[in-house]
C-alpha cells in the first residue's frame, strides 16, 4: 500500500522560507510524476511543482517560479519542496502526490495523496 505523508508546514512571516517534506512509503514506480499541489480556502486546487521521476526533470509553476525548488532524494524516498521568499498569497494547505502521468507541468491522472500540511505566511 501507497503511503505519503508531508511535514515541515507552519507560519511563518512574508520574505522566510520553509522546507517541505514528504516522504512515501510503498511507493511504485508506475506512478512517473511526483508533485506539489496546493489549495487555498474557496480556491481550487493547484500544481505548484513537479518532478518527472524517471527523467529528474523539474516543472515548477509560474507563480512559485524563481522562489520555490521540488527535488527527491530516492534513497531516502522523500520529496521536498524548498520555498524561499514566501508571500501571504502562499498561504495553503500543501499536498504531495504521486501520479500516472503529467500535463504540461502538472501531474496528472489517477495515483496517490498525501494529507496535506498547512502553510500561512503573515505579512
Known amino acids: 500500500q501507497v503511503q505519503l505523508v508531508e511535514s515541515g508546514g507552519g507560519s511563518v512571516q512574508a520574505g522566510g522560507s520553509l522546507r517541505l517534506s514528504c516522504a512515501y512509503f510503498?511507493?511504485?514506480?508506475?506512478?512517473?510524476?511526483m508533485g506539489w499541489f496546493r489549495q487555498a480556502p474557496g480556491k481550487e486546487r493547484e500544481g505548484v511543482a513537479a518532478?518527472?521521476?524517471?527523467?529528474?526533470?523539474?516543472y515548477p509553476a509560474d507563480s512559485v517560479k524563481g522562489r520555490f525548488t521540488i527535488s527527491q532524494d530516492n534513497a531516502k524516498n522523500t520529496l521536498y519542496l524548498q520555498m524561499n521568499s514566501l508571500k501571504p498569497d502562499d498561504t495553503a494547505m500543501y499536498y504531495c502526490?504521486?501520479?500516472?502521468?503529467?500535463?504540461?507541468?502538472?501531474?496528472?491522472?489517477?495515483?496517490?495523496w498525501g494529507r496535506g500540511t498547512q502553510v500561512t505566511v503573515s505579512s
Open positions: 502526490a504521486a501520479l500516472s502521468g503529467r500535463l504540461g507541468g502538472v501531474c496528472t491522472g489517477s495515483g496517490y
Open positions: 518532478i518527472y521521476t524517471g527523467i529528474g526533470t523539474t
Open positions: 510503498g511507493y511504485t514506480y508506475s506512478m512517473p510524476c
